[in-house]
């Protein structure tokens, strides 16, 4: 079998077990050995046989071929606005968390544009409204919330398990500095150390 090959049960395989089940009485012990056979027809579990049960007649989100693209517009050029959107949103926050709203933030984009180191931008009239835009801001990670996020921790942690990490501390006689002024002479000399790690 080549790499990646998953064992399925044909469709039409299916429908004839289930049409074989439904004959039978749900206490049948019948029922069991058709499982059993049919699971060891293909080479898979009997759970394996139920589960495609269960998933044969479930019906099944349908989106359009182009779900979650935009329409009015290219794709670059929506992004473009909705990031402009995004960016007046995120300039006139205020320090209690109050933003201009999107109405106003496109109604700003189509009549006087925004100036950005590309150039004067200007939205068409009438071709953004205010709930494709919160759409796709909010699809794109551009919303409020995301945009004030502080960026995740990144932890101080080894790439695999077995990693070793060394810390070294080694006394400098190369590396000479003033003596602070918040050294206690009566502690002793302090010592320059260099860190490391591998």
Not at 52 to 69: E, Y
Request: glycine share 4%; hydrophobic share 35%; proline share 9%.
């Amino acid at each position: 079998m080549p790499p990646g090959w998953r064992k399925s049960i044909p469709a039409e395989a299916l429908l004839q077990l289930r049409q074989r089940l439904e004959r039978l009485s749900p206490k049948n012990p019948e029922r069991a050995l058709q499982i059993a056979a049919m699971s060891q027809l293909y080479g898979v579990s009997a759970t394996s046989v139920y589960r495609a049960l269960n998933d044969l007649l479930k019906p099944h989100t349908v989106h359009r071929i182009d779900h979650g693209q935009p329409r009015i517009l290219p794709r670059q050029e929506m992004e473009r606005y909705c990031e402009l959107v995004a960016a007046l949103k995120f300039r006139t926050t205020n320090k209690k968390g109050r933003h201009l709203s999107t109405r106003r933030a496109i109604e700003l984009l189509e009549d006087y544009g925004v100036d950005t180191e590309q150039g004067h931008i200007q939205a068409p009239k009438g071709v953004l409204t205010r709930s494709t835009v919160n759409c796709y801001l909010s699809g794109w990670h551009l919303d409020q919330p995301r945009l004030h996020r502080p960026p995740p921790a990144v932890r101080f942690q080894a790439e695999y398990s077995n990693d070793c990490w060394q810390f070294d501390m080694s006394p400098s006689d190369l590396k000479h500095i003033d003596v602070p002024e918040w050294i206690d002479p009566e502690k002793g000399e302090p010592t320059l150390m260099l860190f490391s790690v591998v």
